[in-house]
């Protein structure tokens, strides 16, 4: 295996410029699966055009966080922030804190260590019977990614009592949320505890940018000033305030992707690559030679989600049609292994 491999995978999903840099343009078009966004976006509706040209209001934003909060079950007594996306959230959160000691649960989504070591943090990736009774403040990602643990809710809540109890906070990032709602725990927000939310991963347009704190008051007006007006933007305002306030289309969405996410379990087992975890929107395999497979399946315009620090597995997004899983299926059964 040549020793670029290593060096050189994509830190994210989803950067097409950077695989044609690596493998050159498909003749087929590229078959991303890479991201675990879903592949079926919601409806784009047709928006009124004073939202491209004017701020937003307070109104249209108001309209939009009660969505959300309708959508997401939070109590009356808990606060959401909207920021650009859930990325934002997760840069600006560690700057509301004095420096500290910060244990992310892990492996898990990298840029919560780095955000908080970058915040002059000092941050430790543990598992989850490793954590530091030292640290003031815990994440956890749930269900999560890469592998798509799920951790029981309650245990959850008692974590966050007791960090609050000697002031510490948890941090519990949803993002994968929506296709698990039972593990949600935006119906509890509480002091000592922020639930991030990503609006684009579920319905599948992660270009709009929307993400969501939920937490109590006084940490959300400290978030709400540190990311400042006009956050985010009209139009995504009035989409997601739609989407939002879809419980038909969200609940059909649910049983689309589980279904498929099957399929998708069913095609790999076959090729000899049963999934070793993951959600409705992504599978997580183990395979010994996880970067060369990664290269293979990228010479023939598939994009897969490779991890430099863990050299055995790749994650699998949908694929989205039965074209698309067929095309997946031929490739890996290519593969010489």
Known sequence: ?????????????GDIAAA??????????????????????????????????????????????????????????????????SQALIQWLPRLFEPTRVAVIGPTYGEHASAWAAAGHDVATVESHAIDPHSRVVIVVNPNNPDG???????LLALAEALHQRQGLLVVDEAFAD?????????HIRPGLVVLRSFGKFFGLAGVRLGFALCAADLAAELRCAVGPWAVSGPTLALATQALADPAW?????????GEAVALDDMLSLVG??????????????VPRAW?????????????RAFADAPRWLRFGLPGSTGARER?????????G
């Open 1 to 13: 295996m040549p020793s670029r491999v290593s060096l050189d995978l994509p830190a994210h999903g």
């Open 20 to 85: 044609e840099a690596r493998f050159g343009r498909p003749r087929d078009g590229w078959l991303d699966l890479s991201t675990g966004i879903n592949p079926h976006a919601y409806p784009i509706p047709t928006l009124a055009a004073p939202l491209w040209h004017h701020l937003p209001g307070q109104d249209t934003e108001q309209a939009m966080l009660d969505a959300a909060r309708r959508c997401y079950g939070v109590a009356e007594a808990a606060a959401l922030v909207a920021g650009p996306g």
């Open 149 to 155: 643990y799920r951790w029981d809710p309650q245990g």
């Open 179 to 187: 296709v698990a709602p039972e593990l949600s725990l935006s119906g």
């Open 250 to 258: 969200i609940g059909a969405m649910r049983r689309r992707l589980h």
């Open 273 to 286: 690559l049963p999934p070793a975890g993951g959600t409705d929107l992504f599978r997580l395999v183990v």
């Open 292 to 304: 060369g497979l990664y290269e293979h399946l990228g010479s023939r315009g598939i994009l897969v």
């Open 328 to 336: 997946l299926r031929q490739a890996l059964l290519e593969w010489p």
